[in-house]
């Protein structure tokens, strides 16, 4: 069976085929299966974009390679963001030092699941809300009373219990806002429009493999009444044939058919009475193939035959809307959350002994997980459970075991692939699908997983070679899996050593990851044999096993000050790993432990899922790095200027939400939070003076040592009233403070962002990241904001605001900036490599400029001011530049595209200020060069011709004046923010050769130097 997926997280309506013949349960199949499958980025775009010319092909080149590429896939996963995090899956993403506004849009849902399933399945909590809302509460969430009424009239109305509701919404990881509240409401007025569902809707359903949810369930309820097809038909043992006799003897030769109907509801597992002859019946007269799986189908329906309990179904709308997915295609078969679901089955079927299958084949039972977990409970309440069955031990022949038939060993067979298969990122991935895991034939759920899995391992790790996307995805989930249970090994691993006297993790001596897990997980389990408690590597003891520790080493502190140490934790916790290991306890042995250990849990903290899947990319396994190296690795990481400034617009959020603090220990937290960033950027370098001094390590000592290196620019000092200050990532108090109403409020605005946009971020490499959209749109609609920063400096440098001449300096600067890409303008080499070079100063200037500031909005512009000049960057190398300009005082951007065509070549360029509107040019090369100027205000006009002498001077031709109402400026820059790149593409056979380089950039370089002085 050829098995593809509506991706999960597709937001239009589904696209359903025909249903199949043979009685198997129907998968949707459509195009977005190859989207869920990763195909996002194709080959070679998501390394550095070449230079013009160089072996690799430019970004406008490489566009073809987006045809196996559906970006609407990543604004799908904009819009499961946007409807689905909720403020402590928020809280938690940044808790781990992730950064939501800078991942990927897909990635940021791969792990969203994995957050989400650990609080739905920890009991999740909305903080500041109970079991009840009332219309204050409600009204403080909607910022009107007026709105808070509403919604509770209107599901009052749609008989849903407000406090039902809210409950729902808490146990699924739902924030309560009015949007969402309206989403669930609705839907269920949708559904109660149609419920109970008719016999000839749940058919229809059936026979068009329609799965139960809101929008097809009324879809269904509205197609009319289905007579089947073809004429009337009964079922017999050999198939289906015509009815014969009035229509009043059907019911006399379908009761002559009872036995064989009887024994097809008992294969599908079902009871055999009143309610599922009847199903049986209704499924014959409709010539609908009447075959376990298709009863199976129907019995699914049977709640919404019934009169719909509306809090019910706003339940199934919940369970939807966490999962991702819009209320109007919310599944109302599902009562429980998707994400619990997923390891419910997991675990069944890794727990149902192999002896269940032999009796379900043996009783001609349908092999499902339904079946098989029916049949093993009946057996444990029957008390016909084998030792081998509790143990769940699978047979796999041998002497003195029961003779299997063949369909015995098939079944086994199949139920070891599954077991094989079965992973709990595939279940969910099922799920969100509507397939019914447990209803579905063994082998055709082996299918299914199999197909989900190779689309999971695409989407994280695309790549042509299916066999490299596999073994990357395999490699992830092993790094998940053991890094997930490092932090729960016994901290006693740390104190082993060998006949070498070093400390010795597993087989070897290498300090990794995956030799502490190997290490821990035999010393886990004897722990677990002896019945003995023990402490964590980072997980906190139970009270009484911390009570229990203190007790048994009681004289630590006098071991300590016996060598000389220091009395604090570090030291308290290595003299008790080595006491585990009934170690010899030296100063020696205790620095080895304490480092180990600050190693171990330091890379543990940084180690973020987002990472993870960056280093596997790049085919970097961190579990087989030793420790230092990792550790160095992650440092690099951490160096990254917009993670940096992303940490410090953080923290200053997290002070401006903080009242109760006054505005000079505000100055003192930012001065003392600058002062560490700064020694860390340094590498502690004032450290190391303060030491080669013999000073005081202290506080005011660093910041002196500091200061006198020329380089900090501080101006807070530490007073001896100073009490210190949070850290950053400790304790989810900090977290509390950042609401993720702002992010969903962006991924929402990213919805809207347009493909187009999310498309060219994919052609440059770039992640479709919330951060890289407000860049993009920032290019688009805001010129020359990139370097507004930096020309705002240089007038506070030159002498301020208030000194005309230190503004004159100012924008000069900026001419000059300008001027310099103009001079090196002669050809593509080098006016990339002038243009770069301009760009890389911009942006430490910036950076620079992160931690002048002290405001939480004005660090989170210079952050995308940076991601401005990375994508300006890439366009570079595709021959699309930003030059800075200043007009009439007001800071702008001269916009230029240099297109070649066969045997032809274009320069495109396009400017806008609020004195002169929107001016563009067009000039092409084809044997002689020719063009136009385009204005749309007539101040423009006045000026461009008082500029036209020096124009045909320097062109050596005459451009037309062109007046319009409205420009477009995309078209002068080759359609990179909209779809008009097509016309502008080189064209096949092109000979580079017949292409003038010097003569392109020539003219670009004579038109802009005039152009600027306007």
Known sequence: MNINFDTEYQMSPLTSGDRPQNGNVNIQVNRAAENAAGFLVSAGIAGDMPFAGADKEPVSDLAAGLSATDVQLKTDYMAVMSLSMSDEDYNELVRTGQIPDDMDAGDSVTILDDIKAALIKGGADISGFTDTIDEDTLAQITGSATSASNLLKKAADSGINADELIRNMQKEDISISAERISDITGAVDLAMEVLPLSDDAAVYMIDNGKSPTVENIYNASNAGSLEAMGGRRYYAEDGYVSLAGAAGSQADDLEALRPQIEETIRRAGLEVNEDTYSDAKLLISHNIPFTPETLLELDQLKELRTEPDPDRLAASVSIAISAGIRGSKANLTYDESIYIRADEYLETINTIPAETADRLVEDGRVLNIRNLQREYEYAKHAGNISKTETETETITGGTGLPELTTEQIHARRVLEEARISMTVEANRMLLKNNFRIDIAPMEELVEALKAAEQAI????????????????????????????????????????????????????????????YETGSVRRDAYIRAEETYEALMTAPRRDMGDSISKAFRNVDDILEDLQLEVNDLNRRAVRILGYNSTEITSEKIEQVREADLSLRGVLNRLTPDRVLNMIRQDVNPLNMPIQELSDYLDGQDADPERQASDYARFLMQLERRGEITELERDSYIGIYRMLSKLDRNDDAAVGRLMAMGAEMSFSGLLSAMRSAARSGMDYSIGADFGGVDPLRSGTAIDAQISAAFTSGQYAEGVHAGETVIENLLMMGEKASLGNLDAMKALRTRRGDWFKPVAERMVQAEGGDEDESGIEGALKNVTDMTDDVLDHMTDADETVKAYTEMLDKVKTDLTDMVYEADKYLDVRSLRTGMKQVNILNRLARDEIYDLPAEIDGEYTSIRLTIRHESGAGRVAVSMATESVGMIAAEFSFSGETSGYIAYEQSDAATRLGELMGRFEEMLGFTPEMVRTDRINPDKYTDGIFNNEKARNRLKENNDPSDINNIELYRVARSFISILKDI
């Open 457 to 516: 391992a695409k989407r994280l790790f695309p790549s042509e070679e299916d066999a490299v996307s596999g073994n990357r995805m395999e490699t992830y989930r092993q790094v998940k899996t053991e890094i997930a249970q490092l932090p729960g090994m016994p901290a006693a691993i740390l104190g082993q050593y060998g006949s070498t006297g070093r400390l010795q993790f597993g087989a070897g001596e290498r300090f990794t990851l995956h030799a502490v």
